[in-house]
């Protein structure tokens, strides 16, 4: 059974930084793709970064120059450094897999298995 576990959130004043965690368990994909989204309150859950197994990453047009995401493939752990966060950064941030047809998107419906969540917390 495939497991995404995050970590690393936190609170940080504005223009700080986090690096979020994602250790991924349970499978032996060759090829995938695997992203970060947040989910503020009363919101939309949004792609905020995508990667695939070949390494090309993807990200959404209010992280870019911000965030990077990266990964671990012997360690199976994904990555997503944040800096300069906003407030309006503030959000849960899930990590999700996508072991099919991979291809990069942030899109929600792309991906089949998430994890719980690390909450990021960005005052001003």
């Known amino acids: 059974q495939v497991q995404l576990v995050e970590s690393g959130g936190g609170s940080v004043q504005a223009g700080g930084s986090l690096r979020l965690s994602c250790a991924a368990s349970g499978y032996t994909y060759i090829t995938y793709t695997m992203a970060w989204f947040r989910q503020a309150p009363g919101k939309e859950r949004e792609g905020v970064a995508a990667?695939?197994?070949?390494?090309?990453?993807m990200y959404a047009d209010s992280v870019k120059g911000r965030f990077t995401i990266s990964q671990d493939n012997a360690a199976k752990t994904l990555y997503l450094q944040m800096n300069s966060l906003k407030p309006e950064d503030t959000a849960m941030y899930h990590c999700?897999?996508?072991?099919?047809?991979?291809?990069?998107?942030?899109?929600?419906?792309?991906?089949?298995?998430w994890g719980q969540g690390t909450q990021v917390t960005v005052s001003s």
């Open positions: 999700a897999l996508r072991s099919i047809l991979p291809i990069l998107s942030l899109s929600r419906d792309a991906y089949g298995t």
């Open positions: 990667i695939d197994s070949a390494g090309r990453t």
